[in-house]
């Protein structure tokens, strides 16, 4: 189940919201610029499809964000559990950092978890099939996909150079919680 928690940035175990209601999610983040929907495939569509039958299933959805906003590259990444690769690939994206153009992502399958740092907030949303997240250009954020990632994604882009990360070089991402999936909460 989605989620959004939101912490100071100084206390890493009490938030002061806590909710897995989508509506409340969406509106919450709306605050801080982030735009969270909820899509849903017009045709069945399970792990090992082409990344082409993925995104026709949700072309009505992609066909709108690019109209909205620009975008020029859509593409479908995969990650498994059993990928040899997966340590380097989380530790890629656990240090807080920015990009120079939004960052969207459609989760089709699995799970992740995005955290946010905008002023003194932290605002940690785990996302999970059928969520839709844009974070906006510049804003400071870091992606956990667990020890034992597995999601498909659609990923949107303006830029091919615009998703390199200008990290910030702070250690807030270490001192809050990371994902493992099952966790409570």
């Known amino acids: 189940m989605s ?9 890493t175990t009490t ?3 806590a909710t897995s209601d989508q509506a409340e999610i969406a509106r919450e983040l709306q605050r801080i610029g982030v735009a969270f929907e909820q899509w849903q495939a017009s045709a069945p569509v399970a792990p090992g499809d082409a990344p ?4 026709e299933a949700y072309r009505a959805d992609i066909d709108r964000l690019v109209s909205e906003r620009g975008f020029k590259t859509v593409d479908v990444v995969s990650i498994a559990p059993d990928n040899p690769q997966r340590e380097v690939m989380r530790a890629k994206f656990l240090d807080e950092h920015f990009h120079k153009e939004d960052e969207v992502r459609f989760f089709v399958a699995g799970s992740g978890l995005f955290t946010l740092h905008v002023g003194e907030q932290v605002y940690e949303i785990k996302c999970e099939q059928g969520d839709l997240i844009a974070v906006p250009d510049s804003t400071r954020h870091w992606f956990d996909m667990g020890p034992e990632p597995s999601f498909i994604a659609i990923r949107f882009f303006t830029e091919p150079d615009g998703w390199v990360g200008h990290f910030t070089g702070t250690d807030i ?3 809050f919680p990371r ?4 966790q409570a909460g």
Do not use: C, H, V, W
């Open 3 to 11: 989620r959004l928690r939101i912490f100071s940035e100084t206390d």
């Open 15 to 17: 938030p002061s919201l």
């Open 52 to 55: 082409e039958k993925i995104m």
């Open 173 to 175: 991402a270490q001192r």
């Open 179 to 182: 994902y493992e999936k099952g």
